[in-house]
């Protein structure tokens, strides 16, 4: 049985022709969840309402601005841990290097064309170690399989740019 456009006269507060309040009166005498909604509906709106607490506003802004300050904090110091934490792991991994260029200016000059030369050669054999994959591996993988590779790598491609985008239009913080 479909509910949807019962429950939505049911809940919203806008008034019903007379066409929508026959269908909906002959589907509460059917349906037990429906009937169930519109009692409590009913409940809750003669119910009383009650003021809120003397200074409710003002304490709750004030907690407001002190969720706030918290926050900061934390982002604060996660930030300055987050920093610190690397600036550590690259002092430890770039040490060596540094050490060595305390001394003369020719260690210098050499660990500078060591570095180059070592980052000529290994992109050198990255790029010949490519260039036999993408000769070789198109013969040995059926097209079928490349279609499938390459649609499956959209898919996730699309999946994550809609994912970003739904993430980024969620509203943050308090609205008014």
Not at 27 to 56: D, G, M, T, W
Request: proline share 7%.
């Amino acid at each position: 049985m479909n509910h949807r456009p019962f429950e939505d006269w049911l809940l919203d507060d806008q008034p019903l022709n007379p066409t929508q309040k026959r269908e909906l009166d002959s589907h509460l005498r059917a349906c037990k969840v429906c009937s169930a909604i519109a009692e409590s509906n009913l409940a809750l709106r003669s119910a009383r309402l009650v003021p809120p607490a003397p200074r409710f506003s003002a304490r709750w802004q004030e907690r407001l601005v002190l969720a706030r300050r918290a926050q900061r904090r934390r982002t604060l110091l996660g930030s300055l841990f987050f920093s610190l934490g690397g600036l550590l792991l690259l002092v430890f991994l770039a040490g060596p290097v540094l050490v060595s260029l305390i001394g003369s200016p020719a260690e210098w000059i050499s660990a500078g064309v060591h570095a180059l030369l070592f980052i000529y050669t290994m992109t050198l054999a990255v790029a010949e170690a490519g260039s036999v994959l993408v000769r070789v591996l198109p013969g040995f993988v059926p097209p079928f399989v490349w279609l499938v590779l390459f649609s499956s790598l959209s898919g996730f491609a699309l999946l994550w740019s809609v994912s970003i985008w739904r993430l980024m239009r969620r509203p943050q913080g308090v609205t008014s």
